[in-house]
């Protein structure tokens, strides 16, 4: 059984995170992320507009779906995907090399 852990203080820094974009262009922001994350975003996306009087837009799709919609060229201030998708992404020149955080561990 693969089993799923958020690493300590990780929706602090996924809201930090999505601070630290509405900071950094004191506008409204996009997220992508996988639809499993779907419950988790929908409950902080709140948070974060009410903490910045900033709109937060929030994207699902199967994982595979959005790392091509990135690699195509859609962009976001948020990516949330697994680890070897967004060093991929890094290494094509489509996320901030040196930006990656990982969130989330899986134990199996």
């Given amino acids: 059984m ?5 690493l300590p203080g990780s929706l602090t ?3 930090s995170l999505l601070c630290f ?11 992508l992320a996988s639809v499993a994350l779907t419950a988790a975003l929908d409950d902080l996306a709140p948070v974060y ?4 009087e900033n709109k937060a837009t929030l994207g699902y799709g199967l994982s595979v779906e959005l790392k091509k919609r990135v690699s ?3 962009a976001a ?4 995907l697994t ?8 290494h094509q020149g489509k996320v901030a090399a040196g930006s ?3 969130l989330v561990v899986s134990d199996s």
Avoid at 49 to 52: N, R
Avoid at 83 to 90: G, I, N, V, W
Wanted: glycine share 2%.
């Fill in 100 to 102: 990656l955080v990982d």
């Fill in 49 to 52: 507009e009410k903490k910045t």
């Fill in 77 to 80: 201030d948020l990516i949330i």
């Fill in 13 to 15: 820094t996924i809201i």
């Fill in 72 to 74: 195509d060229g859609e």
């Fill in 2 to 6: 693969l089993l799923h852990k958020l």
């Fill in 21 to 31: 974009c509405a900071s950094a262009q004191s506008a409204d922001i996009k997220v």
């Fill in 83 to 90: 680890r070897p998708m967004m060093e991929d992404l890094e």
